[in-house]
Each structure stands twice: as C-alpha cells, then as structure tokens.
C-alpha cells in the first residue's frame, strides 16, 4: 500500500536522486561560494521588501518578498539531513538569516521618522496572533515543498508554495515591533515563525522517509563503508 502510494505521489521516472535533492538544499556542497552568496543577496532583498511592505501595509509588496525569500531552502535541507541522519548544518543559516531580517526591520523603523500605526497595520496585527489554521496551512505546505522538491516535473509549482508560507514577513513584523518598543507583539511575531519552521521541519521529514531517501540514504552509507 505504501510503495502503490509513493508511485502515484512520485513516478519513478520523475523521482530525484539523493544526490541531486542534496545538493539543492545544502549550501556547504558544490558550488558554495555561488551558492552563498546568492541565499544571503536574496535574503537581504526579501528583508527589505517584506519590511517595506509591512511599513507600508501592502499586501502585494509582501508577498513579492516571500516568492523571493530562499529561507525555505536550509529549512528543508534540515528535514533532508534528519532523513539522512546526518549532522543538521542548515540550522546555522536559518538562524543567521532570521537574525538579519530582524535587523532590517528594527533598523528600518527606526530611521522612518514618526510612530508607526501597529494596531491600525494589517500586515502586523495579522502577524502577531498565531492560530492553528497557520499550523495547518505551514504543515500543508511543507508536504507541498517536499513533494514539489522530490519530483522532476513540478517546479513550477514551487513559487506558489512559497507564497503560502510565511517566513520572512513575521520575521521583519518581530524587527518593527522591536522598533516600536512592542515586545509582546514582537513575540506574538516570532511565535509564528517558530511555529511555521517546525512544521516545514516536520512534514518535509515525513515526506522525505516516505518517498524513500532514508532508505537511499542508508543504502549510500552502506556502500561507503
């Protein structure tokens, strides 16, 4: 029942290798000073965008910084590498890269002249007030990022996944309301990209063993030694 499931989630003549779904998502494999380079460039334009987005409460502006925002890449390299049962590298970047963002953000509120409306913003006060339908969708979407990743033929589909998680929006709300002197907001912010995280984490490792890379991951371990 489990392989009739796998085949029809993921054809054999569509299925990536090991190999190739690692050196996607780990930035210390291949190329990594290009590798690099293009995740902290385009995390540090997806700050700004998402900031000035939030400031200027716009909801298209935000999502534009979340079709660009490569965070999701480490974190799912996390769930690939507790497939594989290998040391999780990735951590450090999500953990760097949130820390910029949240840096944007407070730097960005305080060089804007003038308090800023939080109760009155919908990007913020939508941001601070986690609910379960987040955790669902975040769960949904994971398995949607795994899957997309997995499959040879359902790139496409990879922008749209990114749309519907949000990760570096919260992270630039948490730097404003620092900004702003709100902590519990900030906190509020920060609870939902844990939340968020996690849940990538835990469907993409799902995903990940029911599709067979712990047992490739295995099988390439064994050959090695």
Do not use: H
């Not at 939902?192 to 799902?206: C, E, K, M, P, R």
């Amino acid at each position: 029942m489990v392989n009739e499931l796998r085949a029809i989630v993921l054809p054999a003549n569509q299925r990536r290798t090991l190999e190739e779904l690692t050196d996607d998502l780990d930035l210390r494999q291949g190329d990594v000073r290009a590798k690099q380079s293009a995740f902290w460039t385009m995390l540090t334009l997806a700050g700004v965008i998402a900031t000035a987005g939030v400031l200027a409460d716009s909801t298209a502006t935000v999502i534009g910084a979340m079709i660009i925002a490569p965070l999701s890449t480490p974190i799912m390299g996390i769930a690939l590498g507790i497939v594989k049962r290998e040391r999780v590298r990735a951590g450090r970047f999500v953990v760097m890269g949130a820390v910029v963002v949240v840096l944007i953000g407070v730097l960005a509120t305080l060089l804007i002249p003038g308090a800023i409306d939080l109760d009155g913003n919908s990007q913020i006060t939508g941001r601070t007030s986690p609910t379960i339908l987040d955790l669902v969708a975040a769960v949904a979407t994971g398995i949607a990022g795994a899957v997309g990743l997995a499959r040879r033929d359902v790139a496409a589909v990879l922008p749209g996944v990114a749309i519907s998680i949000s990760l570096v929006p919260p992270l630039a709300v948490v730097g404003v309301c620092l900004g702003e002197g709100a902590v519990g907001m900030a906190l509020g912010a920060l609870l939902l990209f844990v939340s968020n995280l996690v849940a990538l984490v835990l469907a993409g490792t799902i995903i990940f063993a029911a599709l067979g890379y712990a047992a490739d991951a295995v099988r390439a371990d064994a050959a090695d030694a």
